[in-house]
């Protein structure tokens, strides 16, 4: 005869085995694809607007605003979509999707700090190419395959950026920050889940 | 009716293993038997925590084999808890598997029967 204390115990149990369940399964799904596809389009503005800037130091400002109000949208779509779905992002997969990605961009800002006191400005579009595909790449690996796929193509681009005259480095950044969260935006709210 | 019948099926069979208890006893048995399995609850837990899963994803997430995923996917497919979409992705054969309204409502069903034990044990 199993009285209430065994099965509340086995009813623990189940509880805890669910939990477990459902996190390992959770592969960080809040990737946002409308929100990717604003921060696309911020990319293009703020591509449009740094080609125009007189100095380097104030096509840099360009770009490192853009970056904030990118970051800002990028946040601010994730938490929503965690919410709709019923995920949060202080999970074991969002963590693992956030360290993966905070990595190699304090690797880029680290960068583009000590390229700016030396002043070689064109070294940061591929820089920022490179690095941020890395932490897209690093990132996805807790996340949806299409999520790594973004990580690749913007690497390729980073590369495209390096043996390309550097002249063309605003472009590649337009092409990439701007064309490709566009795209990818757009295919993500599609196929998942906004 | 085919489905119907195998959801009642399963439900009856599973009945015969029901613990019954004097004081919870009514809450026990009016457990979702089809949850009370340990890998169908992992699936329908697993499905609960995102849109859709492949069979593969499924298959990491409960450390279970492909017989044993596949049986009882099926039988929560049958039970109406589980949609199940195949595809083929290149050349590979590719399932994915999502909750269901009703399995959705299942599970939260279960959650609350498990609060409901878990709080008669304390009133004890």
Redesign the interface.
């Known amino acids: ?5 065994p ?6 149990d ?2 805890r ?3 477990q ?7 960080f ?1 809040s990737i946002p694809g409308a929100g990717g596809a604003v921060m696309g389009v911020v990319a293009l503005a703020a591509a449009y607007v740094a080609a125009n800037q007189p100095s380097p130091e104030r096509w840099l400002a360009t770009w490192l605003a853009a970056a904030a109000i990118a970051a800002a949208v990028g946040f601010i779509a994730m938490a929503r979509k965690a919410r709709r ?1 019923g ?1 949060t992002l202080t999970g074991g997969s969002a963590r693992r999707f956030a360290l993966g990605m905070a990595a190699p961009f304090v690797a880029g800002a680290a960068i583009t700090y000590e390229l700016w006191t030396v002043g070689h400005y064109t070294v940061m579009a591929p820089a920022w190419l490179l690095l941020y595909g890395t932490g897209v790449l690093t990132g996805g690996i807790f996340s949806v395959p299409v999520v790594r796929a973004i990580g690749v193509c913007f690497m390729a681009l980073g590369v495209a950026a390096i043996v390309t005259p550097p002249a063309w480095g605003n472009a590649w950044l337009a092409l990439g920050f701007g064309g490709l969260q566009v795209v990818f935006g757009i295919y993500i709210a599609r196929y ?2 906004g | 009716m085919a489905r119907t019948n195998a959801a009642r099926r399963l439900t009856l069979d599973a009945r015969s293993k029901v ?1 019954v ?1 004097s ?2 006893g009514e809450i ?1 048995t009016n457990l979702d038997r089809l949850l009370h399995d ?1 890998m169908r ?2 699936i329908v ?7 859709e ?1 492949s069979f593969t ?2 298959k ?3 450390h279970a084999t492909d017989g044993n995923l596949s049986v009882h996917a099926r039988k929560l497919e049958e039970a109406g808890y589980v949609a199940c979409n195949k595809t083929f992705a290149g050349r590979t054969p590719r399932t994915d598997y999502r909750l269901t309204a009703s399995g959705r409502r299942a599970f939260e069903k279960y ?1 609350d ?3 409901a ?2 709080k ?3 009133r ?1």
Do not use: C, F, Q, W
């Open positions: 005869m199993s009285g209430p204390e099965l509340a115990g086995r009813a623990a189940n509880l085995y669910i939990r369940a459902m996190e390992r399964s959770a592969t799904t779905i995920v998942h889940g | 613990p208890d004081k919870s026990a340990r609850l992992g837990s697993a499905l609960a925590a995102g849109d899963r994803d499924l990491e997430a409960l959650l029967h498990m609060d034990l878990i008669a044990a304390r004890v």
